[in-house]
């Protein structure tokens, strides 16, 4: 199985569960905050939505999610290869970086955003859609992140950061 490194533990994460609660305490006193004694004991496990879950690098973030026993939703478009995540049983969404209600749908009952997403094409790294995609889709996905009161993301840089240069880096 995938390991995590130990400096990128999720907060509540508790070894050997993989359960993680937004108050982790509640093992210390022997009941679940807000339930009555005798009450069935539910914990509710960390939602995160994997935006470009798809891709080379996503796919593998979200094999390593699922396997820390995380609930994982993942942001793909309709026409996206799913041949990496579809067997995975993670939570498929569709929508696009450029529509937002879609975004609001897909970060709604989520705690986390890892965004993943953005044009990987190489002969597409000087097109007009480029800065659309990664800044204006990056901003959506950071509104839609706030507005689902949604307090923690981690965003990973696309191409664009190599500005398509011609030689290797």
Not at 58 to 76: E, F, H, I, K, P
């Amino acid at each position: 199985t995938p390991r995590m490194g130990s400096s990128a533990k999720l907060p509540g994460w508790t070894p050997g569960n993989g359960r993680v609660v937004s108050d982790p305490s509640w093992r210390a006193s022997g009941r679940t905050p807000g339930l009555r004694p005798g009450a069935p004991r539910t914990v509710r496990l960390m939602k995160i939505l994997v935006t470009g879950g798809n891709g080379f690098i996503g796919s593998v973030v979200v094999r390593m999610l699922l396997a820390r026993g995380l609930d994982v939703r993942c942001l793909v478009r309709r026409t996206s290869r799913l041949h990496r995540i579809a067997h995975l049983g993670c939570e498929l969404v569709y929508g696009d970086l450029l529509d937002f209600p879609s975004l609001q749908a897909a970060s709604r009952d989520c705690d986390v955003v890892i965004h993943l997403a953005a044009i990987v094409k190489w002969d597409l790294i000087n097109s007009p859609s480029m800065f659309d995609v990664v800044a204006g889709g990056t901003l959506n996905v950071l509104k839609a992140a706030v507005g689902s009161g949604i307090e923690r993301m981690v965003y990973v840089s696309s191409i664009v950061a190599l500005d398509g240069t011609r030689e290797p880096v």
